[in-house]
């Protein structure tokens, strides 16, 4: 069983920083793209930004300059640097791996039950 585990949201205010984590356990054979998403209130859910496993990025316009994405690829693990946060970053963030798993045949896409982040103003 494939499982994706978030960690690291909260609450911060504004102009702050927070790092979310979230790392695939399971029977994995390889890990190919992964990402993050988020999800605020009476909205429709939007990629935040993406790395490859030989970890070429891309982000959303409204992150860039202030958000990292990066990868441990030894740990299965993704992370979401988050600097220069603003109230309009708050929502469910949700990370999201295409997964090889054991004895599989093709990649599957997986997903975190996601991590709230609420940015004060």
């Known amino acids: 069983q494939v499982q994706l585990a978030e960690s690291g949201g909260g609450l911060v205010q504004a102009g702050g920083s927070l790092r979310l984590s979230c790392r695939a356990s399971?029977?994995?054979?390889?890990?190919?793209?992964m990402g993050w998403h988020r999800q605020a209130p009476g909205k429709q859910r939007e990629l935040v930004a993406t790395?490859?496993?030989?970890?070429?990025?891309n982000y959303a316009d409204s992150v860039k300059g202030r958000f990292t994405i990066s990868r441990d690829n030894a740990n299965n693990t993704v992370y979401l640097q988050m600097n220069s946060l603003k109230p309009e970053d708050t929502a469910v963030y949700y990370c999201?791996?295409?997964?090889?798993?054991?004895?599989?045949?093709?990649?599957?896409?997986?997903w975190g039950q996601g991590t709230q982040v609420t940015v004060s103003s």
């Open positions: 790395i490859t496993v030989g970890s070429s990025t």
């Open positions: 399971g029977f994995i054979s390889s890990i190919n793209g």
């Open positions: 999201s791996a295409e997964i090889l798993g054991a004895g599989a045949v093709r990649f599957i896409g997986y």
